[in-house]
């Protein structure tokens, strides 16, 4: 027996390496994905200082220099427009600014819906896979039924019937996002749910709902984060495929999506209105991608 | 002579993230023709590594210094197509686990004839008939139709006698055989072993056996070299290193594996009956077609055992034999099909699900697997909290970090470990942790569920020591299952053998060992190894022939009662041939 003679202090107590720590440490040491974090970290930081950053605001409308270039393009322009240094849009607004509000719009959809998603998905693909079964046949099957609903259907009939919001579009991305989520969550429970230590629990006596929130949520978190950084970007896509359509966000307020279809329109006459927000958001997915590639690495150094 | 294989001064080194490991140092040794010499050492001891390294088989991050020399020529640092002309053809390798090494979705006679037509050029027709002469020499009945079946339909056993079957039908000069029989039940090695041992006396082949058991060692081996941490720390004939060991290690790797002469622990005065378990039944369904008729699996199929106060009941078994399902039954983690379980006279039937969970604070159950059986997100402390705060929901978080680090203490290990995480202990620790979980509510019954059988032989036996104590200090029962019958044999005062779910012989301890009754108790007893080279070379063993049945056979039961073959639903009776030693009816 080891120190039985002496309670040892708190202070005293070794601290262990949690796999989380050695997944970090990984992580960091991961030179695209860390490239990521820090160019999303500043995209995101952009997003929320916007009105600091610009002396115009986001919808401030000026008729004297309409879709004008910024004053360093180095292509002939019909008209500049000193100060902006994005240059403007098709009603003189001021396009930096305007792609900070876009980034604001868009990353908040793409963060909201994922998380939406994240949390209907992680608790109902859990619950169904662990209690296995009816009630696992059921509520898959359930998922089943509304993954066989046509999205772009689904989302016109919504703004039809709730009228355009914003806040619907959180709705409407998030309810079909969850279903892919509760899809993997149930296939990670069903694994884990052969563990012993799954086993051991029962035997201690803990109930079904403590082992899942316990032991099947913590241990499935590691594929789900993967898939949640291949998610958002997804997302943003999709809000911008919707506002092309113009289905998703409306005037004065915009989005990259919004952005992007304005400036194709006038791709010719005025190229910087579709390169920057087009930049941007290139450059946001790719930060995901890599940091998903990264965290799956860290997370999982055996499937390299 | 130039020996077949001479290894000198072998090092290999893993670069991995956390440092670089040094698995094999300055290891030396020689295989002459037709000998076997045995390698012995623990998990992690670089003896797996030694031979894989040796033939270019390492992986991509470790480095190879040394020398290797095969019949005196040169072959550490050879092309891979030198090595491949070597390997598989003059050299070959039998691997623990023969699933994993045998092609799942190749015929196992193609993947016989295969090694045959790479390496000796033989024609497809003439290759058929060999590999047909070789799987009876490895005693597969019914080759010709082995021959068209896939690996996943062959048992344990079968696979790897096709391995061998793969390993010899090339006329190797060596065979190196890495854990051969680790994964297979006792009965199936003692009959592996044969094969390697008329291997190695009919075709001269020279064999290097790998194992961590010295008993393997024993029987076969002419020469013996122990290592530990990547060096070999002893080396030398068998006998010598068995009968008069020079290294502290080897003394103490002997000294650690239970004795056949051991007593068994002393009948103390056992207390009132616990537990009552009566014509127990679990069945599965089992389907194994989409339109097939569901089968019932009978895996618990009426077995009754009372275990009182303070006893040890060892349940002991082949793989397949129901014994963790007949624990599961009991504990209540598998549902019954039939039968009682009754706890102190309480039948555990009627129970709710509730009051089902009040009472797990009175039997908790030790895993096989240490290492599987804890969460890998979880420090071990509060692991070993769990089933208290299930349990004992009032308690404030002081205590029940005191009864933790108390509980931690008694197990042996540092309570200031609370905070570590399971992939930073050893196995070893691991299993106390375990027990530490399973102890912290003060259970009045512990089932161990082949709870040493994942560990070295020297942790092995200090578990043992640790479920003794623990079992003295508190008056515990246990019910000890186990494969390996001189594991149970330290533990228990009665011991109980399954077979097919079925008890056919259970008997107190002393008698049972000394006087089996059943021909399967005394086939399994005879499969049992001995470090001890004399005794294993001189045993005239009781093989069992061929596999197990299958459990779905309706006839499996009457396996040794042939007699009443005619009435394929009668179950053996179970008599009482002295006081308290009772043996299934045989034939």
């Known amino acids: 027996m080891i120190a039985t003679g002496q309670t040892l202090k708190s202070s005293e107590e070794i601290m262990g390496r949690s796999l989380w720590a050695d997944a970090r440490h990984r992580l960091l040491k991961n030179r695209a994905a860390v490239a990521g974090m820090i160019i999303l970290g500043l995209v995101a930081l952009l997003a929320v200082l916007a009105p600091l950053l610009s002396p115009f ?248 | 002579m130039t020996p077949l294989l001479e290894i000198t001064n072998l090092n290999v080194r893993f670069d991995t993230a956390d440092g670089t490991v040094e698995a094999v140092k300055n290891a030396s040794l020689v295989i002459r023709e037709s000998e076997c010499l045995g390698v012995v050492g623990e998990s992690g001891s670089g003896k797996s590594q030694l031979f894989l390294a040796a033939f270019g088989l390492v992986a991509a991050n470790g480095k190879v210094s040394g020398s290797v020399r095969y019949r005196g020529e040169e072959i550490l640092g050879a092309s891979p197509k030198q090595l491949n002309g070597l390997r598989g053809g003059a050299v070959t390798m ?173 009948v103390t005065a056992v207390g009132a009956p616990l537990l009552t378990v009566d014509d127990l039944k679990v069945t599965f369904p089992v389907k194994s077609g989409l339109f097939a008729k569901t089968q019932k699996l009978r895996a618990v199929d009426g077995v009754s055992f009372v275990l009182h106060q303070g006893e040890t009941l060892g349940v002991v078994g082949e793989s397949g034999c129901g014994k963790s399902t007949l624990a599961r039954a009991v504990l209540k983690l598998a549902p019954q099909t039939g039968g009682r379980v009754v706890w102190l006279g309480r039948d555990l039937d009627a129970a709710t699900q509730s009051d089902l969970r009040a009472l797990r604070e009175d039997f908790q159950i030790v895993f096989q697997d240490p290492l599987a059986s804890l969460d890998p997100r979880m420090p071990v402390g509060q692991s070993i909290a769990e089933p208290l705060k299930a349990l004992e929901p009032g308690l404030s978080r002081e205590s029940v970090r005191e009864k933790v680090r108390s509980s931690m203490a008694r197990v042996g290990l540092d309570p200031s470990w609370i905070n570590r995480y399971p992939h930073e202990l050893s196995g070893g620790q691991n299993q106390r942790v375990g027990l530490a979980r399973a102890m912290i509510v003060g259970p009045k019954m512990l089932v161990c569920d082949e709870a040493v059988s994942a560990l070295d032989v020297t942790i092995q036996a200090q578990i043992v020591e640790l479920i003794r104590t623990l079992q003295a200090e508190t008056g515990l029962s246990l019910i000890f299952i186990s494969h390996d019958l001189s594991v149970v044999r330290r533990l228990s005062h009665r011991v109980m053998v399954l077979y097919l779910g079925r008890v056919v012989e259970l008997a107190p301890a002393a008698a049972l060992y000394g006087d089996p009754r059943h021909p399967y108790t005394r086939a399994l007893l005879s499969a049992v190894l001995t470090p001890d080279p004399r005794v294993e070379r001189a045993k005239k063993r009781e093989l069992l022939t061929g596999d197990l049945p299958s459990p779905l056979d309706p006839k499996a039961q009457l396996t040794f009662l042939k007699s009443r073959l005619n009435t394929p639903d009668y179950r053996p009776r179970l008599d009482e041939v002295t006081p308290g030693h009772f043996v299934a009816e045989h034939d």
């Open chain 2, 94 to 266: 039998i691997f623990q686990d023969p699933l994993t090494s045998l092609t799942p979705h190749m015929r196992v006679g193609d993947q016989i004839i295969e090694a045959l037509t790479i390496h000796r050029r033989v024609p497809r027709a003439e290759a058929r008939g060999q590999a047909r002469a070789i799987l009876d020499y490895v005693r597969i009945p019914e080759s010709a139709r082995r021959m068209r079946q896939y690996p996943h339909e062959l048992s344990g056993g079968m696979r790897q006698r096709v391995m061998i079957a793969m390993a010899t039908i090339t006329g190797p000069d060596l065979i190196i055989a890495d854990e051969p029989t680790t994964a297979l039940d006792v009965t199936v090695q003692a009959q592996i072993l044969e094969i390697l041992r008329a291997l190695k006396t009919d075709r001269k082949t020279a064999i290097a056996m790998i194992s961590h058991d010295m008993g393997v060692i024993a029987g076969l081996a002419d020469r013996v070299q122990v290592m530990r941490d990547g060096e070999i720390v002893e080396s030398g004939t068998a006998d010598d290193v068995f009968y008069a060991p020079k290294d502290s290690y080897t003394r103490m790797l002997l000294a650690a594996i239970p004795k056949a002469s051991e007593p068994p622990p002393p």
């Open chain 1, 57 to 304: 605001a986001y919808d401030e409308v000026n008729y004297d220099i309409i879709a004008c270039a910024p004053s360093w393009w180095p292509v002939e322009a019909a008209c500049r427009a000193p100060g902006h240094i994005f240059g403007t849009d098709a009603v003189g607004r001021d396009l930096f600014v305007r792609v900070l509000f876009g980034a604001r719009v868009s990353l908040a959809v793409g963060l909201v819906a994922t998380l939406v998603s994240l949390l209907i998905g992680v608790l109902y693909g859990a619950t169904a896979g662990y209690l296995g079964g009816r009630i696992d046949g059921l509520m898959m099957r359930i998922v089943d039924v509304l993954y066989s609903l046509p999205f772009i259907f689904f989302v016109i009939i919504l703004m039809v019937i709730f009228d355009r919001n914003f806040i619907l579009l959180f709705v409407a991305i998030g309810a079909v996002e969850w279903l892919t989520m509760a899809r993997i969550v149930r296939g990670q429970t069903l694994s884990i749910k052969q563990k012993e230590f799954i086993e051991a629990a029962r035997a201690g006596g803990v109930s079904p709902f403590g082992i899942i929130l316990r032991h099947v949520i913590p241990n499935v978190v590691g594929p789900v984060m993967v898939y949640v950084t291949l998610t958002v970007p997804g997302v943003i896509l999709t809000e911008s495929f919707l506002s092309f359509l113009g289905l998703g966000i409306q005037e004065p307020l915009t989005s990259w999506g919004v952005l992007i279809s304005d400036g194709a329109d006038q791709m010719e006459t005025a190229p910087w209105m579709l390169l920057f927000p087009a930049l941007f958001m290139a450059v946001t997915l790719f930060c995901f991608n890599f940091i998903g590639d990264g965290l799956r690495d860290a997370l999982d150094p055996k499937d390299r």
